[in-house]
């Protein structure tokens, strides 16, 4: 089955071999998405709505540029540092996702950088 990467405009340099987006047979896989700029730093240090808010819009682009939109997404992973951040986290994820609601499942890990709260990857059917 062929499969089409998914790399929307202004993309920075990842910090291993992954793309942000792996579209196949309609199938979008997004890569685990972190609060990152396009240098790779850490944004919105110590504000895990901030974030999550950034992580969602990053992940919005890399639907969009797959021609989806958040509708189509019907999976999030979600890993957070803090059981303290779920319910910041929960209000910003219900935002970009007001109606029929993805399925989820999230844990509590560390991450690549300390100073990220979350990550987030997902699956979208954007159709064929």
């Known amino acids: 089955m062929p499969k089409q990467s ?3 405009a202004g993309t920075g340099k990842p910090l291993a071999p992954f793309v942000p987006g792996s579209l196949a047979d309609g199938i979008l896989y997004v890569s685990g998405t972190l609060p990152f700029d396009k240098d790779n730093n850490v944004v919105h240090v110590g504000d895990a ?57 999230c844990i509590q890990c560390g991450l690549v950088k300390p100073d990220a709260l979350i990550e987030i990857a997902s699956i979208a059917h954007v159709g064929k």
Request: aromatic share 12%.
């Open 6 to 8: 998914v790399i929307p």
């Open 49 to 105: 709505a901030a974030q999550a808010r950034h992580v969602l819009e990053t992940i919005k682009g890399v639907v969009e540029a797959a021609g989806g939109t958040m509708d189509d997404v019907t999976f999030n992973m979600i890993m957070i540092t803090d059981w303290a951040n779920y319910g910041a986290i929960n209000v910003v994820y219900a935002e970009y996702f007001p109606g029929d609601k993805p399925a989820r499942y």
